[in-house]
């Protein structure tokens, strides 16, 4: 009885294990990693080995490597979690169900890691590899840098960062890779530093040029085409106008902008919109901006009121028929400091675009800077400000529009008059004054 028990339980293992061989090697082999062959739990292999869990003896939590949850017993197969359990970066490990569900419960100590149940947060060991791996990033071994993959969830990202699809081309690797970048490049606006919604910048992968970018006809996306995607002409490669241009017409003719202030500190300069403006709908329509290195745009010459530093509450007697998008004591004197200015478009839809990069504070640290961009808008003669990454410290500044001394209109919620801060309109704000009686 003996003999024949051994010599059936012989022949069973050889049965067994050329059905995993079998397996493993047709069409619906349990698993498409590719790796030296491992053994099985229950037929000489230890925990770690590849494709452990990989037979009729089912893992326990904290065994692997495994590639379904029909491989656990009452566990759950975990994703590239193979490191927090001192394993390589592609392998599964069984481990509780709460340590799956992408939430800190129980004891974990990070979104499922940490605690008696799952695993080490942030291993050393097992983190091998380099970005533009498959899977190089994975829960267990966070991306932290930007323009790092492959990613396949957020989960896999480090903090601030996020798994975005099938941009991989835009970083060194096959464009059907996940790439981690900044959680502005996938929140559906432009914003921080985006030339585009979701794209451009340092984080995000480049903008492409509009479809028909090139062919001459301003289209939806584009603000001038010139019949090219060259740039440095004032039309750049994507059809966008370049600052310090204007571009009218279609196929656009773009020009150098000059503009040169009466002085750095308390100067003005008068630029022109290319198309007439009424903002006040009292008032004539106008083609000059007259703009002041102290946060307003005057809509006809002001004489000395136009470079008043003082922000005083509106409504003032120093000027009148202008825009304060911040009017404070400010100064293009900076080494970064700069002012560009651009008309884009064609009728009746045109743009005049003014744009104040690093425009800092009299008298502050070099730090504090006012960053915006001023449109005028052809027809709708309405005016939006968007605010990019202020860094001005003391509260000051006024926020409105003037038609006439005391006759002033604030945007509510955008009461702060005269003391405006940074806290009133944070990076990405945007402000639209619409057409005033």
Known sequence: ?????????????????????????????????VSV?????????????????????LCTAGEGDCDSNAECTNALCGRDNGPAFGMPRDWDVCVAAHCTN?????????????????????????????????????????????????????????????????????????????????????????????TGRDCGGASCEPCPPPPNCGNGSI????????????????????????????????PSVCAANAVVFGSCDDGSVNVTTGFPFRFFASKPTFNQL????????????????????ANTALPTVSGNNFLGWWWDDFSLC????????????????????????????????????????LRFVETANNIEVDYGANSISVLSGSLGVENAPGAATLNDPFMCNPSCSIANWPAGTTVIFPQQP
């Open 290 to 309: 007259y703009v002041s290195t102290n946060g307003r745009v005057f809509f006809s010459s002001q004489g000395a009121a136009m470079s008043d530093p």
């Open 102 to 194: 992408q939430v800190i419960d129980v004891d974990e100590e990070d979104v499922d890691c940490g605690g008696a149940d799952c695993g080490q947060c942030n291993p050393v060991a097992g983190c091998s590899g380099v970005s533009g791996d498959a899977d190089f990033c994975s829960h267990a071994c966070r991306c932290t840098v930007n323009g790092s993959g492959d990613c396949d969830s957020d989960l896999d990202c480090g903090p601030g960062l996020v798994c975005k699809a099938n941009i991989g081309d835009s970083f060194g690797m096959p464009s059907n890779y996940d790439v981690c970048v900044a959680a502005h490049c996938r929140d559906g606006v432009t914003n921080a530093d985006e």
């Open 37 to 57: 062959e491992g053994l099985r739990k229950g037929f000489g292999g230890t925990n770690g080995d590849f494709d452990y869990c990989d037979g009729p003896n």
């Open 334 to 373: 900076g080494a970064d400091a700069a002012f560009s200015y651009s008309v884009s478009g064609s009728s009746p839809d045109r743009v005049a675009r003014l744009v104040f990069a690093d425009l800092g504070r009299s008298g502050g640290a070099p730090a504090e800077v006012a960053q915006a961009e």
């Open 219 to 250: 289209e939806p996306a584009e603000t001038c085409d010139d019949g090219n995607t060259a740039a440095g002409d004032g039309c750049d490669n994507t059809c966008m106008v370049e600052g310090g241009f204007s571009c009218l017409g279609m």
């Open 1 to 33: 009885m003996g003999t024949r028990s051994t010599a059936i339980a012989t022949l069973t293992a050889a049965i067994v294990g050329s059905m995993l061989i079998s397996c493993n090697g047709s069409e619906d082999a349990w698993t498409n990693e």
